[in-house]
């Protein structure tokens, strides 16, 4: 695959993700719900994994209405879980669908906006536990089940304030560092011995709960709505980026 790959140029096709399993966290709402419904709307049979059964049951309607194959809800705290739950989740994968064909870590908290020296320290360790450990222990326990696929992708959401820190971001901008580096070390070690590539992708402005939190004061009208973002995400998780791994892309220009 050329080194001129980009995946906002990608124009998925109807059936692009025909046949392949994908888990999505937080995939009840926002970009992760919107990367959902468009990967159903192109085939996939789509795990959504959460921890609002509601709003999670939500997506599942949407999905079949849709016309869209029956999607799977996985629930899933990522701030609560102990070890026994990620192993059911990934028994759960392995017993129903034999193989995971793309795992996309979307799911995250931007906890609060402060200066380090007066950074709250729970805060600080809810915000790393919830966006990079819990991703790390979830891809730990599905990489068994990504390694039966002959194809899979596992794809990391990033931010910009993760590739250049800024000020006040705090707990948030270096989870971000945290899960380029993670990208980045799993990316080495998966290269040229299993079928998976591992790749990041900043989504950017969007309206969702996160950037209203972030920017209170935002004109929600001049900010893309989740739905127009999910053609790269399309792009990373199926077969269009075959090849690719280790990169960090971003949805927008």
């Not at 040229?192 to 591992?198: C, D, E, G, H, Q």
Request: aromatic share 6%.
């Amino acid at each position: 695959m050329s080194d001129s790959f980009d995946p906002r140029t990608h124009s998925a096709r109807p059936d692009e993700l025909a046949g392949r399993v994908i888990a999505i966290t937080g995939a009840s709402s926002g970009i992760g719900r919107a990367v959902a419904l468009a990967c159903a709307r192109v085939g996939a049979e789509v795990i959504l994994v959460g921890r609002n059964a509601r709003k999670l049951e939500a997506v599942h309607t949407e999905i079949e209405t849709a016309g869209g194959p029956s999607p799977t809800i996985a629930m899933l705290d990522l701030e609560k879980a102990i070890a026994a739950d990620y192993d059911q989740l990934a028994a759960a994968v392995l017993e129903r669908f034999g193989r995971l064909d793309g795992l996309l870590h979307n799911a995250g908290i931007l906890g609060t906006l402060s200066p380090i020296e007066h950074h709250d320290v729970p805060t600080w360790c809810r915000v790393m536990h919830i966006n990079v450990t819990a991703a790390f222990a979830l891809t730990q326990v599905l990489l068994p089940v990504l390694k039966r696929s002959q194809d899979a992708s596992v794809l990391f959401t990033s931010s910009s304030v993760g590739r250049q820190g800024r000020a006040y971001w705090g707990a948030y901008a270096v989870s971000k560092f945290a899960t380029e580096g993670l990208m980045q070390v799993l990316a080495s070690e998966l290269e040229n011995i299993t079928s998976i590539r591992v790749n990041s992708l900043n989504p950017g402005r969007a309206r969702t709960m996160m950037r209203r939190q972030a920017y209170p004061a935002e004109d929600l009208n001049t900010l893309p709505m989740p739905e127009t973002l999910t053609g790269p995400y399309i792009a990373l998780l199926g077969p269009a980026s075959r090849g690719v791994t280790g990169k960090t892309f971003d949805c927008q220009s």
